[in-house]
């Protein structure tokens, strides 16, 4: 997305964060979600009854007998969109969209793909702005593996909205490299070989997986990286912690009830969120 449609995205999930049920717009959004999904898929149905449209949900591609290939994702796609306003789709685990839509005639909204995942990282954005403030007047910290889909999507929503600061803090081989960043990122981003959570205003952990090879972890590594009884004294009273969820082990059970912890919350602020791109979307389209 550009800068200048993630503002708008934003500018219109703010209104519905204040008056959700924004509309009796009669759309069809379909959610074609092939890879297990609690917060995205839910997000999408959610947003689209309170406009007054109605989610359809699709969670397997066509089979087409004993032995043949199922229907592709791409024919799918093309199906779906020309029975919806807008396609919602996680394709399954390793599979990008990328090129996939080419036939499409409605919009499709990247649900999470092997590569990005957008939605996510507005959700991200319009949580540390509502929970804690506009992006320019914070120092945002994020902590864990910083190569997973989530935290590039989110790098690339930053440059709407770039922060005062940027601190990148990740164990050996699960970190990224200031060329690696947007170009507006770059001049304020610093990069931690040290988990300390110190002059942090927001906290995002986007987890740890388990990898073989260079990427193997210490066996303290979630403990240093995440949130855990051992890292939380070096984070600011005030500070705010944000996941994308769902969460596994970043966030030590020891420290759920920490009031710095608002992982809830921003789960709840996706739905203002998905309201926001799909009005953006339905109002682009209703233009052409
Ligand atoms: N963050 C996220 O994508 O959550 P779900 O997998 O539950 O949709």
């Known amino acids: ?30 959610l074609l979600f092939l890879a297990p999904s609690t917060r995205t898929r839910f997000g999408f149905a959610a947003a689209t009854a309170r406009l007054g449209g109605t989610p359809v949900l699709v969670s397997s591609v066509r089979s087409t007998g004993e032995g043949l290939p199922p229907e592709s994702l791409a024919d799918t796609l093309r199906v779906l969109s020309g029975m919806s ?42 949580a540390i702005e509502t929970l804690v403030g506009p992006p320019g007047d914070l120092h945002i910290g994020i902590s864990g593996d910083l190569r997973v889909r989530a935290v590039r999507s989110l790098l690339q ?54 990898e073989a090879g260079d990427g193997a972890l210490a066996d303290d590594a979630h403990l240093r990286w995440g949130l855990s009884p051992l890292s939380a004294p070096s984070l600011p009273p005030g500070a705010v912690v944000l996941s994308p969820g769902p969460v596994i082990d970043e966030i030590d059970p020891a420290c759920a009830d920490d009031p710095r912890v608002r992982v809830f919350e921003q789960s709840d602020l ?10 953006w979307l339905l109002d682009a389209q209703e233009a052409t």
Do not use: K, W, Y
């Open 270 to 279: 996706g739905v203002a969120v998905r309201i926001g791109l799909l009005q």
């Open 1 to 30: 997305m550009r800068v200048d449609d993630v503002q708008q995205v934003l500018h219109l999930a703010r209104r519905a964060h204040h008056a959700p049920s924004v509309g009796s717009r009669p759309v069809v959004v379909g």
């Open 157 to 210: 929503v930053l440059r709407s909205l770039p922060p005062s600061e940027l601190s990148l803090l990740s164990p050996p081989h699960r970190g990224l490299d200031i060329a690696d960043l947007p170009l507006e990122l770059r001049g304020r981003t610093r990069i931690r070989s040290e988990p300390d959570f110190a002059g942090l205003d927001v906290l995002l952990l986007p987890g740890l997986a388990p």
């Open 85 to 126: 306003d807008v396609v919602a789709c996680r394709p399954p685990a390793g599979v990008s969209l990328v090129g996939l839509a080419s036939r499409m005639v409605c919009p499709l909204v990247n649900g999470g793909d092997s590569h990005e995942h957008p939605t996510q990282a507005l959700v991200d954005l319009f």
